[in-house]
């Protein structure tokens, strides 16, 4: 059963410091029902915590678990509102006495529970432009950022490239400026990833990095503020505030709007924290600031979220539930980076292909979903929306000149209309991202991958079938629970048979999934890197085959920059996106005929391919073109 849907003003919400019931407030009958789930006027929504683990009682409590889409947010109180001395000693890092006194008070006496239920029928407007009433306990010039210079590192998958563009671009509307400066950076803001343990593992050393600056950073300036952002604070939650103390901020992928008050909050010496997954967050209306001014190339988000629930995959528990943004709003976004002068877009998501735009009611039709011959779901067939293949069609349209790509596609996602699609638009890149994790059947059941390796090998002829001298790339994964020498020898084979252009290689690491609860990791540490390696080793060499059959073709090169291995040469990425490498000389522009020019970022080239290696072609620049006209010549 659902919540009824919560207003704006629930992002008011103040628990009092206690796990107690709040004094003079009885809890609601529709707050106390299993299996509630969290929607989009949840998304301000915070607690104050005394301690942390208080809040995780109470969700226990009225069974909001995971699993059903409820996440918690908090806001660690002052330590001088508790009665025990032993948490009474100020942090060094905080505010004036006066300042902190004052912000506690006016949270202390802000709104109740009946506040937030006061207008629950409300409808949820629409987040403007314009900075938004701050919550009573805010002043609003503490949700400006007075010129507090931030520092974004990020860590992970295209995604959380975006994602740090979203982040940038909600704090730049605040008033905060940017730093690639980490010693002159008041906020450092992590954006970060949880696929693997050992991506984890990274940002528990940056921050123990961190804490050292953190600690020299001079009483004549602001306190240093550090935050986590994206899927290691969904998962981690308040691990991560009581194991590292230095860590002011936490907000997960879904939070990023709530940056500034997050930061406001930081600044009176608490910690703050919103890991609420949202039912419907997508951030359609905030164009993501570019963070390369010389970029050549943008992510587009088009979707968030998974409801694959592969059983190895912790992406549905730190991104949510799948949901797309409007057609409308994405192809907004495109036509300002095309007048921006950009030459690639790359639409994203978890699982890019199933995009569904339900938004427009008159496409909500009984039509269902399309899947790839021989593919099952884990879910119930979706019905209606506008699907995969109506948005690229769109987006293809918006600048002939701009190439489009997409990831990270599932294999069950591929129709007959969105292959002919790729077939028949040249600005459509000639490129499929193919994930397969396994050669072997039985792994794949256990990973609760929906296909045989047969419907897998049959999908791969008929993409190959369909779009001539596309280029394929693919993920595996090596010494998954249960996983045989057999079924790694299978894996091998079928890495030879379809002779990938490109393949992201991993050992399995062992997450809080499904696998965690259903499967044993079984496979020793050292026989998944024996068997990791056999597939690098493989991969390499058919990926070698593959990429020498384009020595003495000429292909179309959108221009990066300079190589980062010689001043001499420049560097690209053809249609399959490979990089390729070529000398920056002199040559012919084809749309003023006579005229010797020298490439720059963003210009297309045509290369003539003279050497291949697994990784990389080079070549020689024989002229500067345009994508129309070098259709022609490939």
Known sequence: MTRPEVPAERKSLVYQPSCGPVSGV??????TLPGTVATAGDRGLFSAMHPLQCVLQVQRSLGWGPLASVSWLSLRMCRAHSSLSSTTCPSPERQEDGARKDFSSRLATGPTFQHFLKSAS??????????EDPPPYLMMDELLGRERKVYLETYGCQMNVNDTEIAWSILQKSGYLRTSNLQEADVILLVTCSIREKAEQTIWNRLHQLKALKTRRPRSRVPLRIGILGCMAERLKEEILNREKMVDVLAGPDAYRDLPRLLAVAESGQQAANVLLSLDETYADVMPVQTSPSATSAFVSIMRGCDNMCSYCIVPFTRGRERSRPVASILEEVKKLSEQGLKEVT?????????????????????????????TTNYKA???????????????RVDPE??????????????DEVLQLIHERDNICKQIHLPAQSGSSRVLEAMRRGYSREAYVELVHHIKESIPGVSLSSDFIAGFCGETEEDHVQTVSLLREVQYNMGFLFAYSMRQTRAYHRLKDDVPEEVKLRRLEELITVFREEATKANQMSVGCTQLVLVEGLSKRSATDLCGRNDGNLKVIFPDAEMEDVSNPGLRVRAQPGDYVLVKITSASSQTLRGHVLCRTTLKDSSANC
Do not use: C, Y
Not at 26 to 31: K, Q
Not at 382 to 396: I, M
């Open 347 to 375: 639409l994203l998501g978890q699982n890019v292909n199933s995009f569904r735009d339900n938004s427009e009611v008159q496409f909500n039709n009984a039509v269902s979903t399309n899947l790839s011959r021989g593919f």
């Open 402 to 415: 701009m190439r489009i790509r997409f990831t990270s596609p599932h294999p069950k996602d591929f129709p």
């Open 26 to 31: 009885d809890l609601p009958a529709e707050l």
């Open 382 to 396: 979706k019905q209606g929306g506008l699907r995969f293949a109506h948005l690229l069609d769109q987006v293809s």
């Open 122 to 131: 409300a409808p949820q407007e629409k987040l403007s432009s314009e900075v």
